[in-house]
């Protein structure tokens, strides 16, 4: 559709830069932090239409009435105070006197206060922010003793808290744009350019916990100028590498189509509480100036939901949120697999294996190849919660260790291999120098629900220790009752009641490969001091003897059901050479998942020799089947051989071979019409 709109003024209008006047006032060149007075007529044309209208008259209800002397409260009022002036003419001068006086009565009394509390800093600066920008918009509106009464309560408050300190982003952030507005900075601000790189690995994950993505990189609502402050410094032309900056464009994609999971809820990861949430905040809709399929992701995330009328939600973006883009499974290899299912709503599953490699902070747990799990509306899976390093050890975490000692470095290896596709997604962690004189490498599969078929995730771990290490897998589901035991060291069920989103969820945990003891314990779920009267969880921990080698390969079934999706049958299979399972699904499909030390193995119309194997079936017909480091794999007339180990995926005509080289014979339906990279002598 396009829109044409025609705009005539008659010789006696107010002026389209300048919508007030004061008498004998010299001109200013406010405001430009921004804005420009040059650019009010454009705005005013498109609040004829959305989303803009639907701002406006948000902004108008906002500005008629008023605001509590609360940093939040006042940041959302003097916002909207400012984007009516320029949009609602006629009142404009009434308008900038609700900002004038919002500084002067309101601002001047906030309990500004630097030291050890957040409350004291953080939110006050984030709210003096937009203070600082809503002045410079109606600056021409006041007169000089206005401005300079104005000027004095926002300098005066904002220097009682330094320069540097505690939050640096949020000091550099309002005071770097106070400086701008003096005139006093006119150069890049590296310091918080390297502030903002440090939060952002290569790949674009934050290595700084779910929840501290959102609110600081991410620009929440509660620390405003933390992100802010770029969008001054690219408008001015002080500073122009953010919003074309390949690393924050990577970040935005990443936030909004990969940290929250189906139900839009971020993925527990580091420091953070299931009671946390993702609010409509005023910075998201700028993402279309970084990124337009990142913006396409936020146009999902915040589908339905119309932005506040304030300056930043209706002067920053270049243009509207463009149509919604269901995210997909991505893989980072410096921060983890992020595996979701499409096109099944809310109720989708949504994994996260998390494995970052280069950069920590200080609200990163011992997390290395953790896990985040979520399904049927709820998180599945939590873990020590929040505040630093009481709830930082690996036991806390749904991550291996090896006696439950905390590992040395909360740094892996990152993902070393992986693939995603339509049903299956795979992926493998490196524990990389976490944990000291041992390897680990996690291998995440989500395989997606189908007609009749219900999804769920296995895990294998393969671990490299010493001779009789004991190793200690740990999983922490949402639940504070209790968790059942079905069937003792082979399965358990935990219902999902601390803190579910929508009641009835469960998840089953199996454990294919047989461990010497599971140990079910309540755990603090946030630091009790904090938190003093947060409830705990239970915390399931299996224990496998590493043997005289020091390897251990272990198969790990996670099944998420609700009374409308009941969890598929399972049990154990076992032999000399294997551990694994089978899974028979309500289509009458029959999936295998196991491990093996390599040697040939005959099961269930099945050749296998390999490190593991995942395969689905149905009346002796393969469906899909997934190998790892294997050399064999065949049921009837569908397999492959090769000559040295690869990992391959194949369903139907379409496949993913991962090799470093070797002689691949594939048979089966479809195989004539496979198409193979150029490198490949086929």
Same mark, same amino acid.
């Given at each position: ?80 105070? #400012? ?11 009434? /308008? ?240 983890? #697999? ?24 200080? /609200?990163? /747990? ?35 260790? *090896? ?43 989500? *395989? ?23 190793? *200690? ?20 069920? #935990? ?58 390969? *272990? ?128």
């Amino acid at each position: 559709m396009i829109l044409m709109v025609s705009f005539a003024c008659s010789k006696d209008s107010e002026g389209a830069g300048n919508p007030v006047d004061i008498p004998g006032k010299p001109a200013s060149r406010h405001p430009f932090l921004i804005v420009t007075k040059e650019e009010f007529a454009a705005h005013r044309a498109k609040a004829t239409v959305e989303p803009w209208s639907s701002m406006k008259a948000d902004a108008m209800k906002r500005s008629e009435a008023g605001a509590a002397t609360k940093p939040y409260n006042l940041q959302d009022y003097i916002g909207a105070a #400012a984007l009516a002036y320029i949009l609602d003419e006629d009142n404009a001068q009434v /308008h900038a006197h609700r900002v004038r006086d919002a500084i002067l009565e309101q601002y001047a009394k906030l309990e500004v206060v630097d030291g050890g509390a957040w409350s004291g800093v953080v939110p006050n600066l984030g709210s003096f922010y937009m203070a600082i920008l809503a002045l410079d918009i109606v600056y021409d509106a006041l007169s000089e003793e206005e401005i300079t009464k104005c000027e004095e309560v926002i300098s005066s408050q904002i220097f009682k808290i330094n320069r540097e300190g505690s939050w640096a982003d949020v000091r550099l952030g309002t005071h770097g744009t106070w400086d701008i507005y003096k005139g006093e900075r006119t150069t890049p601000d590296d310091a918080y350019y390297e502030g903002i790189m440090r939060q952002i690995t290569v790949d674009g994950v934050s290595p700084v916990t779910i929840h501290y993505a959102w609110e600081r990189v991410g620009g929440g609502d509660s620390r405003l100028s933390k992100a802010g402050y770029m969008d001054v410094l690219e408008y001015t032309g002080i500073d122009k590498r953010y919003y074309g900056n390949e690393r924050l464009q990577k970040f935005q994609r990443w936030l909004f189509g990969s940290s929250v999971n189906c139900s839009k809820e971020m993925a527990i990861i580091g420091d953070m509480l299931p009671t946390q949430n993702l609010h409509n905040d005023m910075l998201h809709r700028r993402v279309v100036n970084f990124d337009m399929e990142a913006a396409g992701y936020a146009a999902w995330f915040h589908d339905g939901v119309k932005a506040k009328g304030t300056i930043l939600t209706y002067l920053l973006p270049q243009a509207p949120l463009p149509a919604p883009i269901e995210p997909s499974s991505q893989i980072y290899t410096d921060g983890g #697999a992020f595996f979701r299912e499409r096109e099944t709503g809310p109720k989708g599953l949504h994994l996260v294996l998390y494995n970052i490699k280069t950069q920590d902070e200080w /609200h990163t /747990h011992q997390e290395v190849n953790g896990l985040a799990f979520s399904g049927y509306g709820n998180r599945l899976l939590v873990n020590g919660g929040r505040l630093g390093n009481p709830v930082r050890p690996a036991p806390l975490n749904n991550t291996l260790t *090896i006696g439950g000692k905390s590992h040395g470095s909360r740094l892996g290896g990152g993902i070393v291999e992986g693939f995603t596709s339509r049903y299956f997604d795979y992926a493998c962690g490196s524990s990389g120098r976490a944990i000291p004189l041992v390897q680990h490498r996690r291998s995440t599969m989500l *395989i997606h629900s189908e007609q009749d078929v219900r999804p769920y995730v296995i895990l294998f771990d393969e671990v490299q220790a010493a001779a009789s290490d004991q190793i *200690i897998n740990y999983l922490h589901p949402a639940n504070e009752s209790s968790v059942n035991t079905l069937n003792s060291h082979v399965e358990y069920l #935990a219902k999902i009641d601390h803190y579910p989103t929508i009641p009835g969820a469960r998840l089953t945990f199996f454990y294919a490969t047989p461990p010497t003891d599971v140990i079910i314990e309540k755990v603090a779920s946030a630091v009790p001091d904090r938190y003093p009267n947060y409830p705990d969880h239970n915390r399931l921990a299996s224990v496998y003897d590493a043997g005289p080698e020091g390897a251990k390969q *272990i198969v790990t079934v996670l099944l998420p059901e609700n009374d409308q999706n009941r969890k598929p049958l399972i049990s154990r299979l076992g032999g000399e050479n294997f551990t694994g399972c089978k899974i028979v699904q309500p289509s009458g499909a029959l999936d295998l998942a196991l491990e093996s030390s390599g040697a040939l193995i005959d099961l269930e119309n099945i050749t296998f020799s390999g490190e593991a194997m995942i395969s689905r079936q149905l009346e002796e017909q393969a469906i899909f089947y997934f190998a790892k480091e294997s050399l064999m794999y065949k049921i009837g007339k569908e397999g492959f051989t090769a000559e040295d180990p690869v990992t391959i995926f194949k369903r139907g005509s379409t496949g993913i071979v991962i090799s470093e080289g070797t002689k691949l014979v594939l048979e089966g339906d479809g195989v004539s019409q496979l198409k193979f990279n150029p490198s490949v002598s086929v």
